[in-house]
Each structure stands twice: as C-alpha cells, then as structure tokens.
C-alpha cells in the first residue's frame, strides 16, 4: 500500500504531514511546539479521559479540513483511499497495541440515509484489512438523532451526547477496542462512545482519529 504523501504532490503532501510532536497523548490538546515530545497536559493528569490512548494524523485545518470536509458532505467516496491510508499510517506510528477489534462511531438511521455513508465507517474499512482485525459495524448504536454537534458549545455538546449510544455487549464484552472517527473536536462523541463501550465490559478502548480540532 503506497504511502499518503505517494498519493499527492509534493505541496500537498507537506501541509497534510502527520502531526508528530507537541500535543498530549491522551486528549490531543496542541502545544505550539510542533517537534516537542508529546507530553500529558495538567487537565488529563488531573482527570484522565474515559480512554487509554489517542491517536490523530494531524490538526483539523488548511487542506487535511478540506479533504476531512469534502469527503464527509459531497460523498466523494474516492477520497477514501487517501484518508484511510492516513489512518493506517497513524495506526502504524502510534505503535499501539493491537486491538481484538474495530468499532467505528455510528450515525444516527436518519442521518445515514441522508448522507448515504458513515464516514467513520469507510475509513475503517482499510485499517482493518491492513492489521487483519474485525471490524463491528454494529458494536455501538446510535439511538437518538441528536442536533449536528457543530451548533453547539462544549457544555452543551456533552449534553447533547449523553446516552445517545448503546454497546453490543455480546460482541463488546472482554474485548480491547480500537474506535475510530473522522474528527475530534471537544471529544463529548468520542467519550460517550468510550464510556458506553466500558459500561458493556470492553476492557480497554484506544481512540484513532483523522484530526484533532485546535479549540480557541
């Protein structure tokens, strides 16, 4: 499987570089040291994220918000192939442990059908023919069709989110889970998809994400 950066010019492959330093390794938060080690920040050593670990390629703006944007709302299914090798090669440089298998974050019914496709679904195709692990479309359900997350602060994204997921206990139960999305923003998404997974019995749950939003 060629590399990203073989997919695009040399310009491009430059601004979607992987974000390889500077940022804490359990939420992401950015420093403005890009080449520092990646350090814990004082809000995780203080109260840890609902995960073990989180991976992302790189910040969610310039071209990378573009491709994350154009892939998610025109449907430009062809992008896929370019992303999901990004979330392979972020995978690969996280060393991370490999998980018993791959839990994409779901759409609500209504709004697949409207989009056409999960998104988070599509980019976890790849990775999981890539390190020969399951992929459960069906581990977690979205069972509430909240308002876009986009419309709303962080207080009352958490909110918003709040049990609006159920965990497949028979499939989740005793497993090491890898969940996977395309953006993480506040991560009120992504820890209510942890949280859910724990409350089914997963035994350990890692985070991979395509981008990792800067909040002001």
């Not at 601004?15 to 004082?42: F, N």
């Not at 299914?77 to 994409?104: K, N, W, Y």
Request: aromatic fraction near 4%.
């Amino acid at each position: 499987m060629p590399d990203a950066s073989e997919s695009v010019c040399s310009a491009c492959a430059r601004e979607i570089a992987p974000r390889t330093g500077g940022y804490c390794p359990a939420c992401g938060t950015v420093s403005g040291i890009a080449d520092a080690p990646p350090t814990q920040c004082p809000d995780c050593r203080h109260s840890p994220p609902p995960w073990d670990t989180l991976m992302f390629h790189g910040i969610y703006e310039g071209l990378l918000r573009e491709l994350v944007i154009n892939y998610k709302f025109t449907g430009n299914i062809g992008q896929s192939t370019l992303l999901g090798t990004m979330v392979c090669e972020t995978f690969a440089r996280a060393h991370a442990r490999i998980p018993d298998c791959i839990v994409p974050v779901p759409l609500h019914t209504r709004r697949l059908q409207k989009r056409g496709f999960n998104q988070s679904l599509e980019l976890s195709r790849l990775l999981s023919r890539k390190i020969n692990r399951p992929l459960l479309s069906h581990g977690l359900h979205r069972v509430r069709n909240t308002p876009p997350q986009t419309r709303l602060g962080h207080r009352e994204r958490q909110e918003n989110i709040r049990d609006a997921f159920v965990a497949d206990r028979e499939l989740i139960e005793g497993k090491n889970i890898l969940l996977v999305d395309d953006v993480f923003t506040t991560g009120a998404t992504l820890s209510e998809c942890a949280i859910t997974l724990r409350r089914a019995g997963a035994s350990g749950t890692d985070v991979l994400v395509l981008a990792r939003a800067v909040q002001d």
